[in-house]
């Protein structure tokens, strides 16, 4: 390829058409389509252009099972430019995720599960002597350019016995390492109620449209009261779709009461993606066309959004100057059915499908389904 190129009549989300010009892996012009100059060009007419996607819930360490897959299959080759492992790996194996992250071409960062075994195990914090608070300080050091956050699962299977004594560990681990939580929430206990007051400002609830019983909003859908204050502290909501964690009911409900779509992350990973209901991130976005959000806000969701809590905010934009991070989609029309994680349905007539990525300063063409 030339070292400039013209991607072509790209539109915005906003509907804008643009041309978008990149010299040596870096965005060099942006002008009305039709405007744009370089030696190669490459027309995307009725192709939509986002800054590169950024999934903040993945396990990208395939050395574990179930919860593991390889990073470019979950990245680039599914339209996503990074991607953020969720805790796959605790401090004995968070310097073999950062490497394998070196090799790939999406960009990876991680939260450090709080227990050093990580998920090796699915029930890694049922025993207290795998949260060991030192490696969790010395990988923190170690690993600092590559973690944004610490991770811990708190639902019954696997805490155990443990109960919510993880989580008080996590938070006391959090202020040391100025690093912020993202817990996991699901079955009880511990109740939901007994974990949610214990997160601050910036940390993130994972799974928060789940549809199990411990979960959210009460029986009639409202939202519970620790959720509404956790929101205004400024606690961070995010989808972390998976096998087991989104509910059509409850997402519907989120919508009803007015509760704001932070991120939407696919919580992708080997058997979820081969089997669904997840598939990939852009699937999962689709859900979210579905529900009613526009396609501005869904986009968001996974660029500036995440992005900014990232506090990365070059990720979530396209500008001039900028190293090239884009996505490029096609919005189609065609019936389709989703699934959600309680088996439930429903019927949709458009798709989100990923079309390819520039990053690195090259276009890459998606081949995968979304
Ligand atoms: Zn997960």
């Known amino acids: 390829m030339q070292q400039q190129f013209v991607l072509r009549n790209l539109k915005r989300v906003t509907g804008e058409a643009i041309d978008i010009t990149i010299n040596n892996k870096v965005i060099v012009d942006i002008t009305p389509a039709g405007n744009g100059r370089g030696d190669a060009s490459f027309d995307f007419?009725?192709?939509?252009?986002?800054?590169?996607?950024i999934d903040l819930h993945v396990h990208a360490f395939?050395?574990?099972?179930p919860y593991g897959d390889?990073?470019?299959?979950?990245?680039?080759?599914?339209?996503?430019?990074?991607?953020?492992?969720a805790g796959s790996c605790g401090a004995d194996r968070i310097g073999d995720l950062v490497s394998s992250g070196e090799q790939a071409l999406t960009q990876l960062f991680a939260f450090l599960n709080i227990s050093h075994i990580g998920l090796s195990r699915v029930d890694e914090l049922s025993q207290l002597e795998w949260i060991n608070e030192e490696k969790v300080i010395d990988a923190v050091a170690k690993y600092k350019s590559s973690l944004v956050g610490l991770k811990a699962r708190i639902s019954q299977s696997v805490v155990g016995a443990s109960?919510?004594?993880?989580?008080?560990?996590?938070?006391?681990?959090?202020?040391?390492?100025?690093?912020?939580?993202?817990v996991h929430i699901g079955s009880g206990p511990p109740d939901i109620r007994e974990i949610v007051p214990l997160l601050s400002n910036r940390d993130v609830i994972t799974h928060y449209l789940n549809g199990k019983k411990n979960n959210l909003f009460d029986q009639e859908g409202n939202p519970l009261q620790v959720l509404l204050e956790a929101i205004s502290r400024g606690v961070h909501l995010d989808v972390g779709h998976g096998t087991a964690s989104f509910s059509f009911r409850v997402a519907e409900a989120a919508i009803q009461h007015g509760i704001a779509l932070n991120t939407i992350s696919s919580d992708i990973y080997r058997g979820n993606r081969m089997n669904g209901p997840v598939y990939s991130l852009a699937h999962v976005l689709s859900k979210f066309l579905y529900l009613g959000y526009s396609l501005e806000q869904v986009i968001s969701a996974v660029t500036s959004n995440a992005a900014?809590?990232?506090?990365?905010?070059?990720?979530?934009?396209?500008?001039?100057?900028?190293v090239a991070n884009l996505t490029l989609f096609d919005i189609r029309k065609e019936p389709v059915t989703f699934i959600d994680s309680e088996g439930d349905e429903r019927s949709a007539n458009?798709?989100?499908q990923p079309r390819g990525v520039v990053v690195n300063g090259k276009l890459i063409e998606c081949q995968i389904r979304s």
């Open 163 to 182: 109960g919510i004594e993880p989580l008080r560990i996590a938070r006391k681990l959090s202020d040391e390492t100025e690093l912020p939580l993202m």
């Open 45 to 53: 007419s009725d192709v939509y252009v986002s800054s590169g996607w």
């Open 350 to 352: 458009t798709i989100i």
């Open 62 to 65: 395939p050395d574990f099972d």
């Open 70 to 85: 390889e990073i470019d299959e979950i990245g680039i080759k599914q339209g996503v430019t990074t991607i953020v492992d």
């Open 308 to 322: 900014e809590w990232l506090r990365k905010p070059e990720l979530g934009r396209i500008q001039i100057g900028d």
